[in-house]
């Protein structure tokens, strides 16, 4: 049959892509240095992981798009997972010595092939079941990942979640034990569910039920609880509303004693990046503007905190962090309108394009001999003092938690009220059509000059923070992979969105700072994420409704108008 | 006095003289209607009066003020509104955030909804429509709401940028019906157009563009009879 053909045929086509990803993370070392990361003791680490993921979700993914019976589906993925192993084989084969200790042709030039990465593929067996292996769990891999597609609706997803918890606490083991494994009930969990590195067998598995009992319990349960929350009084829903956010808050507030300090700092650092996150959001999320230069703002607030506090023979006045506060939010501020006026009159790329520049100059302001006089320029400003009030010197990470936490929160309400606000409207108005929003009657001037100035004042208040945060500044701290780490995290946390900063936050910075593996292949890691993003979910990770029918066209259940909708 | 007066305007982009020399007037309570071939100026026109385009000569007068000290965003406020070319709507928002945004320079909150009541009961279709995001209506659809956005504003002199281009054929009739309700109503109209038979038909007085120059100027009721009207803009030999 026809259809059954080109059914088959788009298997063998995403079975040689997923075979050609697996092939290449081999040949560029990255599953050799990741395999070092255990997720479930000896049985599997990140290294396997990457490996046969794509396979996983090719398997998936070919299978979505094929209408056949199960059975064909679940042969399907065994052919695409066949020829993924087949080319991983044909890999082995290039990269095996003939003569003991002769080099083969490849590993001259490829300097990854090695016996370590043969270890990987062939399971540590020899030849020939460890190639058997291999082809084995290629085929699986693509099988199983067809066969989730196949599972019933209801249970695919606590599926796919709960096999996302698993791995992720897996991979974060060294982490989740270093905070809470030492001793008491921690060291109890620890002992029955890790191994010495990463999850043990039958820990994952408990973990694994546990998480997958718990989403199914959930699914059931929460269509209720949104009924009868849309039943409540008006009165009551605000009440509930409240005591969320009152969670929420408390659960910030106490946040640190929980996480302890390793964790408490690497909160500390996305922290920061939700501050610089916010305000990109703002100018490139709600104002339209892509500004590639936004690290200026953060190295201008770090500077003149360093400038005006530093004890050191640089500090010009030798203030408190909270007197020269202002003038590290005042000083972005003023950077933003200036950048602003000569862009006003640009739109879109060019203006990515100036505004890069901007940023490089900055950087290369603050490194310059010229002003190493004022900044340090190379040498940079050291003696940096800690924010203090009355004796109480924020030194820890904790202590510095509850400073990050307070600009956040302050950063957040502001966000979220001028989204709300006229101002908010005029942004929007302004990103969709500049001429139609000019004759509404926008100012389009001061409205883009606000939206840089605020934009600014948050990456400044986060460079005033980093500069007491580390006591001492340096250039090479503000480069232009800030800022592309700025305008990726709202990208993946979805344009416009308030929580999609923190999410995109937690992603693009605290799992790569858990995960040190991650540092040498960052930039590669954030290509390939934000392929994968714009093509399964590009409206971000937690998108803003506006974001959301944009691009799913979603059809909102129209509520019965009431009232007019315009007005308050 | 003239509501809209264009006094020997000249605009150019870059070194492209597009506006040769226009002078036209519309009166209050009036539709008049400029037609013209593509790229003959019409929207060019349209953008020097709302300001958005600067006259390198020549003047516009609102009321017999002279409107070069104003800047595009302020006209709103002198009672000028537009319903852009293409439409114009911000596809990304919804209809009923598309009308909030006319009324934007607005502070009266009864006369809002007021007006909304009117546009909605002028535009029914609208108001079914009101939280669906303008991008997914159709063409027809998207007309109106521009026009009902401009209509928002509560403007005395609107401007509308070729409202029948790209809708079938029974919609035009539709827009152009509504054109004329809109004018009864008090609302002066300037009414750019390629489809001249329809717009002479609405109109009071007519002008015809020609790259850059008007080269007639009469009662749309003349102009329907001016045999070269007829052969260069209703197809008529
Ligand atoms: N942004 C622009 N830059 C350069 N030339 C333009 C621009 N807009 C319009 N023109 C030129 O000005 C002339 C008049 O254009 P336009 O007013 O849009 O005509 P119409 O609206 O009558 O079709 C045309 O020759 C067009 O090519
Ligand atoms: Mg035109």
Redesign the interface.
Known sequence: MAVQETDWRSYLRVGMIAGLIAVSVSLIGMVETFNGRAIIGEYLSLGNLLLYGAIFGGGFVAARQHKGSTASCLAGGLLLGAISGVMLNLLVLAGTPRVAGGDPFLRQYLLNVNNNLLAILLSGLPQPSGSLALLGISSLMGMLGAAIDRVTPRFRRPLLVSLGVVLLVGLLSEVVILAWGVRGLGLLVRRLLFARKGLSLPGAVVLFLIVFALHLAWTAFSPKLKAWTARAPERRRKQLYRGKAAIGIIFLLFLPFFLRTYLTEVVDNVGLYVLMGLGLNIVVGYAGLLDLGYVAFFAIGAYTMGVLTSQADLGIAQMSFWSALPFSVMAAVLAGIILGVPVLRMRGDYLAIVTLGFGEIIRILVLSDALAPFIGGAQGILKIPKAQIGDFRFVTPESLYYLILIGCLIAVFLTWRLRDS?LG??W??MR??E??????????VSTKLLAFGIGAAFSGLSGAIFATKLSSIFPHSFNLLISINVLCLIIVGGMGSIPGVVVGALVLVGLPELLREFAEYRLLMYGALLIVMMIARPEGFWPSA?RR??LR?DE?P??E?SS????? | MPMLEVRDVHAYYGNIHALKGISLNVEKGEIVTLIGANGAGKTTTLRTI?G?LKPRQGKVFLEGEDLARY???????KGM??V?EGR?V?????V??N???????RTD?DG??ED??RV?SLFPRL?ER????A??LSGGEQQMLATARAL??RPTLLLMDEPSMGLAPILVEGIFDTIQEINKEGTTILLVEQNAHMALQVAHRGYVLQTGEIVLADTADKLRENPVVQKAYLGIE
Request: no cysteine.
């Open positions: 006229r409207r005029q929007m108005a969709e059509d001429d139609v929003a000019e004759a509404m009657g926008i100012n389009l506006v029918r944009e066209g909102e129209i509520p108008p007019a909708a315009a007005g308050d | 709302s958005l800047k595009a965003h302020e006209l709103v406020y509104a537009m852009p114009g911000f596809s990304k928002l919804t009923a955030e009308l909030d945004m006319g009324a934007y320079h909150k809002i909804q909304l009541e909605f108001k009101r939280n669906q995001v991008g997914t928002m504003a």
